[in-house]
């Protein structure tokens, strides 16, 4: 996860040619989201939306408000 793709030199392939390595553009917070929302996790962190900083809980409460309007 990162604003820009890093590693090349490292060995790191993106692309769909890669069995590996993934690019997953953006802040983490929001990547995160984003990933357990795809996974179906958004349940599971409602349940702890006490526990985490504020600005993630921020977004959380955003992403659900969102899926309660769909």
Known sequence: MNNEKV????GIVYGEESVRDVFAHGHSDE???DLADQM???PDLAEIIDELPES???LLRHRLEQREEE
């Open 7 to 10: 590693g090349r030199r490292l």
């Open 31 to 33: 990547t995160c989201l």
């Open 40 to 42: 179906g996790w958004l």
């Open 56 to 58: 993630s809980a921020t």
